[in-house]
């Protein structure tokens, strides 16, 4: 009887021990995997504001692609309308250059035409096209003076205009637009044409 008396509190405590391990174990387990998240989850005591979400960010860089594209956009433009007025002027130059050197009319008066718009088709702005035809058998250019008279036939305002290496039997029909307002009447009509 005594033998069993003693293997029974000792067959407890050992299970007791145990049963203590095992819960040792169990709870090493789950601090680890706490413990594990603390380290990976960001502390946020440490940001201020909110982190942007991956939308907004795309939302950012497409609007500054936008805006980078349109301002490329304008840029292209403006340098594109500023080559057009330098190469509208070093051929305005280049005709009058030629007219210059013409003593009375010209030499292509006949090749030249003009029609005028209807003000109502330019929006109140005085045009004239002028229409030249190389009748010659080989390419040539024109410069072509217009002249914008007043009812007492007095130039109020001169208009050169042109066109470079038409082949033969080619057409040009340059616009002579006149910066006076559409009233009064003014006439227009070829001062010079020369075909160089």
Do not use: W
């Not at 299970?15 to 413990?35: Q, W």
């Not at 946020?44 to 349109?70: D, H, Q, V, Y």
């Not at 009233?183 to 001062?191: I, M, T």
């Amino acid at each position: 009887m005594r033998g069993r008396t003693t293997v029974a509190p000792i067959a407890c405590a050992l299970a007791g021990v145990l049963a203590l391990a095992g819960c040792g174990s169990g709870n090493e387990k789950d601090t680890g995997a706490s413990a594990s998240a603390s380290a990976s989850s960001p502390d946020a005591s440490r940001f201020s504001g909110t982190p942007p979400s991956a939308l907004a960010s795309k939302k950012e860089s497409i609007k500054a692609s936008a805006s980078e594209a349109a301002e490329s956009a304008s840029e292209r433009a403006e340098k594109f309308e500023a080559s057009v007025s330098a190469d509208l002027e070093r051929k305005r130059q280049e005709f009058t250059k030629q007219l210059d050197k013409v003593d009375g009319e010209g030499n292509a008066v006949r090749d030249v035409e003009l029609t005028g718009k209807r003000l109502a088709d330019t929006k109140g702005v005085r045009a004239v096209v002028v229409h030249i035809t190389n009748t010659t058998d080989k390419k040539a250019s024109y410069a072509v003076q217009v002249d914008f008279s007043d009812s007492d036939g007095k130039v109020v305002e001169t208009k050169v205009v042109g066109a470079e290496d038409l082949k033969a039997g080619g057409r040009a029909q340059p616009l002579a637009i006149s910066t006076k307002p559409p009233e009064p009447h003014l006439k227009a009509s070829v001062a010079k044409a020369q075909r160089y």
